[in-house]
């Protein structure tokens, strides 16, 4: 896992030195997810509309009159960050088309948190990618609602400790799974699908690339660690990035035409889950026979995506 | 006069629409308004014009692209009805306050439940504090007049505010009617391609839809009222504007034998057309009878209504709308507060009819005119209801 080793000697011919997203946003210490926007924003480079979601992207960088956004942006609602993206992709599309704006490429992109994707943002996503726009998609997940306190979503992993999946007596964190939107993504033949977090920026940053190359729609998934509401310290921020990547828990690959690949370092073995999950706060409550019972679902999941890696043909 | 020809209102509406060089439609269909959607993509899909036609999949996405690609600088058009009304409910007042000039028509149906697919004003009403600029149609003619007007209203600098045109359900959608069309020259004329204040492009990047502390919000709102009442102005002006090149001149209130008249009956939509061979019918009875039509609800013509109304006694009010455990009909609960302070002000009877598609017949408005004569006091009541 040396992804990024040396990374203070190669990163500036790497990664755009170029910010898109201003300094002076009002994200907590730590935040992973504003990260993976200032990522992702690289990875686009010029030429770029973004419409986001409510959440925490949309609450730190735009109290009026003030803007953290280089480029040109629109929020509207909180799930239907896909359908104005559907919209300014249409208007650009036939305003170009109709010479009444410069005639050159100009991407879409849509941003929304896990909740504004795997909830609420569902149907407008589904419409969206089923449609074919030209545009790229990225869910921002920090695994709960965390612009409104830390609730659930179904991005929240097993287990988890939020405020509306508490970690009870009876009922010891959240019920269900997280829900697999990559997979989902697949099944609506989106001809670009992948996984990424700000822990490999190199990767996260050329996955971007490689959606912003796709004539059509793309979906990037990014795993974005959030302290505050995984009651963590704020310094361990990419130390979790790695260790989710390491474990298993969170995999880093790309789907493209439904051929799945692994863009990480294929591990002799997994690291063990408790190494991720003992730093936080929200799976303070897990007993070791939790923790085993998350391996094994972890470990489940890995054979899964290891076996859709060597079956799954190309469309 | 031009060529009349036959047509379905609700294909006229879209046949309208197509004249006016709009750049996306984003629609999602439903009864009764599925005519328009459905013929908007016959004229999208045979290259009849150039434009982006968005098949969302639900109201609340074709509202919300709508938002998007007007931003972009785009002409854009929706249409809907009923629950696709209520399931935009939630943007439409985003779409006012970031002024984005959407035209929308809107097949008045009444919502659910119980589910009914007929005609009454329940959708629309609750929309009344949306920010929109809410206009009503009589009769086919209105509808195209009114919907390529309504462009250049949403359009101007002045105004900048998304526009509803709404279309009775059934009673208007499905008739089929003798129209007359514009020519494309002649739209092209009357209007001009949009020209947006501000755009999303890289070329010149904006921010759009900031949020707004406590410190802001109050002037924020209080900027869209003053724009929504100031865009009577703008209105008007268009109306005159149409009126000018294409004979059919249109008022914010419209009034037919109404001057001398000491009871009115206020009606909004299509009922207007009824409604005045009744007031035919009781005048050649002796009976001093009028209409006033309210083509415009938002921005309230109030001093057009003042003058509408001037000198008679009795102001009998059709709302199709109701509101429950409430002071009436939205129609009139508005103008009694308008008219609140008025001195020598018309008793106003309120009557709750035509919901969900029941028919009101020329002798139902001579039963209402009759039924007010001997009501005593001005609450609110269900006309012609089986108990
Ligand atoms: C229709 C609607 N329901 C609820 C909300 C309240 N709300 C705003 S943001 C948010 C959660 C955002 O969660 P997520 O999408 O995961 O983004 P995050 O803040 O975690 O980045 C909620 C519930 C809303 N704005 N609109
Ligand atoms: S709550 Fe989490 S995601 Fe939101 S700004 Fe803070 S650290 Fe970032
Ligand atoms: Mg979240």
């Known amino acids: ?13 790497l990664v755009d030195r170029k910010e898109y997203f201003s300094a002076g946003h009002r994200a907590c210490q730590g935040c992973g997810e504003v990260l993976a926007l200032r990522l992702l924003l690289k990875g686009l480079g010029d030429d770029v509309v973004v419409a986001n979601a409510t959440g925490c992207m949309e609450i730190i960088s735009s109290a009026y009159p003030q803007t953290a956004w280089l480029h040109p942006y629109i929020h509207v609602a909180f799930e239907n960050a896909a359908a104005v993206g559907s919209g300014v992709e249409a208007g650009l599309k036939a305003l170009r ?71 009870g007596e009876a009922i010891p964190g959240q019920r269900t799974g997280k829900k697999n939107v990559p997979e989902i993504m697949v099944a609506h033949k989106v001809p670009y699908v992948a996984t990424a977090c700000p822990s490999y920026p190199i990767d996260l940053i050329n996955k971007v690339k490689k959606a912003k190359a796709v004539k059509g729609p793309a979906y990037i998934h990014i795993f ?18 790695r260790l989710v990547v390491e474990t298993g828990v969170f995999p880093l690959y790309e789907v493209e035409n439904g051929k799945y690949r692994l863009t990480m370092e294929v591990p002799e073995k997994l690291r063990p889950v408790g190494d991720y999950l003992k730093p936080q706060g929200r799976f303070r409550h897990l007993t070791p026979s939790n923790i085993e019972t998350i391996q094994e679902r972890v470990n489940r999941e890995w054979e899964i995506l290891m076996n859709k890696i060597e079956c799954m043909q190309p469309w | ?75 854009v058009y929706t249409a809907t009805s009923s629950q696709g009304l209520m399931l935009m409910h939630e943007i439409l007042p985003i779409v006012s306050a970031m002024r984005l000039p959407v035209v929308m028509g809107n097949a008045n149906r009444a919502v659910s439940g119980p589910l009914n697919i007929w005609n009454d004003h329940g959708d629309i009403m609750p929309q009344r504090d949306s920010g929109w600029i809410c206009l009503f149609t009589e009769n086919g003619q209105e509808v195209i007049d009114l919907s390529i007007m ?24 499905h008739m089929i009617e003798p129209l007359e069309f514009p020519t494309q020259a002649q739209v092209n004329k009357f209007l001009p391609d949009r020209k947006p204040y501000a755009t999303l492009h890289p070329d010149n990047p904006m921010t759009m839809g900031c949020f707004n502390m ?99 006694k009795t102001l009998i009010v059709m709302d199709r709308a ?50 007010a004569k001997n009501k005593k006091d001005e609450t609110y009541e269900y006309y012609g209801v089986r108990e």
């Open chain 2, 214 to 312: 406590p410190d802001i919000f109050t002037e924020t709102m209080k900027a869209k009222d003053t724009a929504l009442w100031n865009s009577k102005k703008t209105i008007v002006k268009v109306f005159n504007e149409w009126g000018r090149q294409f004979g059919r001149k249109y008022n914010v209130v419209e009034t037919y034998k109404a001057k001398d008249a000491e009871t009115l009956i206020l009606t909004m939509g299509s009922m207007g057309e009824t409604a005045s061979i009744a007031v035919d019918e009781m005048r050649k009875a002796g009976r001093k009878v009028g209409l006033v039509k309210l083509r415009l609800w938002r921005p309230f013509p109030v001093e057009e209504l003042r003058a509408a109304i001037k000198g008679c």
């Open chain 1, 97 to 167: 088309r109709k010479g009444k704006i410069a005639d050159r490429d100009v991407k879409t992109i849509a941003i929304a948190g896990d909740g504004g994707t795997a909830d609420i943002g569902l149907q407008a996503l589904s419409g969206a990618m089923e449609r074919g726009h030209d545009m790229i998609f990225f869910c921002l997940d920090n695994e709960a609602y965390m612009n409104t306190g830390i609730q659930r979503s179904s991005a929240t992993p097993f287990m988890a400790a939020t405020t509306t999946s508490p970690a």
């Open chain 1, 1 to 13: 896992m040396n992804t990024v080793q040396n990374f203070e000697i190669f990163a500036p011919k």
């Open chain 1, 224 to 241: 974005s660690m959030c302290p505050t509401g995984w009651r963590c310290a704020s310094e361990i921020t990419i130390k979790l990035g």
């Open chain 2, 150 to 173: 309504a462009f250049k209203i949403a359009e101007d600098p002045e105004v900048m505010l998304p526009t509803v045109v709404n279309i009775d359900g059934f009673q208007l959608t």
């Open chain 2, 1 to 75: 006069m031009g060529k009349r020809i036959g047509m379905e209102v609700g294909i006229a509406a879209a046949e309208a629409v197509a004249l006016c060089n709009i750049d996306v439609a984003a629609v999602y269909p439903i009864t009764p308004q599925s005519h328009i959607a459905e013929h908007m993509a016959d004229i999208i899909h045979d290259g009849r014009i150039d434009a982006e036609f968005i098949t969302v999949e639900s109201e609340h996405s074709s509202i919300s692209a709508c938002a998007g690609a007007s931003a972009t600088g785009a002409r």
């Open chain 2, 322 to 371: 109701i509101s429950f455990g409430g002071a009436g009909g939205p129609v009139a609960t508005e103008i009694k507060s308008f008219l609140f302070h008025d001195k020598g002000r018309p008793r106003i009877v309120d009557f709750l009819m035509g919901l969900g598609g029941r028919d009101v017949t020329v002798g139902d408005f001579i039963a209402m005119v009759e039924r």
